[in-house]
């Protein structure tokens, strides 16, 4: 078998409602819908919540990770999504993933590079 580049999805959002990027708990819920999903494995996880708002977190999934950074003074989520391609092609999955989050926070696309590694 020949090493096939993953997909790595790099990309700022903006949302005008920012209740869900003060805390961590429902974006806990929806990622770990989304891994179940798409029949990711978890392999560890961190959260941590900031005073007054915001949160940060990184998902170990044996196909790579998930990560995050919110900022609700501004509005902004960074969002971080790679998925190897190791024992099946998951460049869709990395995809739908990011879409689901982005309907997820009603957030736009301030900015997004995809990379293949």
Same mark, same amino acid.
């Given at each position: 078998?020949?090493?096939?580049?993953?997909?790595?999805?790099?990309?700022t959002?903006?949302?005008?409602?920012?209740e869900r990027?003060?805390?961590?708990?429902?974006?806990?819920?929806?990622?770990?819908?989304?891994?179940?999903e798409?029949?990711?494995q978890?392999?560890?996880?961190?959260?941590?919540?900031?005073?007054?708002g915001g949160?940060?977190?990184?998902?170990?999934l044996?196909?790579s990770h998930?990560?995050?950074h919110?900022?609700p003074?501004?509005?902004?989520?960074? +969002?971080d !999504?790679?998925?190897?391609?190791? *024992?099946?092609?998951n460049d869709? /999955? @990395? +995809?739908? !993933?990011f879409?689901?989050?982005? *309907?997820?926070f009603?957030?736009? /696309? @301030?900015?997004?590079?995809i990379?293949k590694?």
């Open positions: 078998m020949s090493y096939q580049p993953g997909q790595h999805l790099v990309a959002l903006k949302t005008a409602d920012t990027i003060h805390h961590y708990s429902q974006f806990k819920l929806e990622a770990d819908r989304l891994i179940q798409f029949q990711l978890k392999l560890g996880e961190v959260y941590h919540d900031f005073n007054p949160f940060t977190a990184v998902i170990c044996s196909e998930i990560s995050i919110t900022w003074e501004y509005g902004t989520i960074n +969002l !999504i790679y998925l190897s391609n190791y *024992k099946r092609n869709a /999955v @990395v +995809l739908a !993933i879409a689901a989050f982005e *309907k997820f009603a957030a736009s /696309v @301030v900015n997004q590079q990379i590694r």
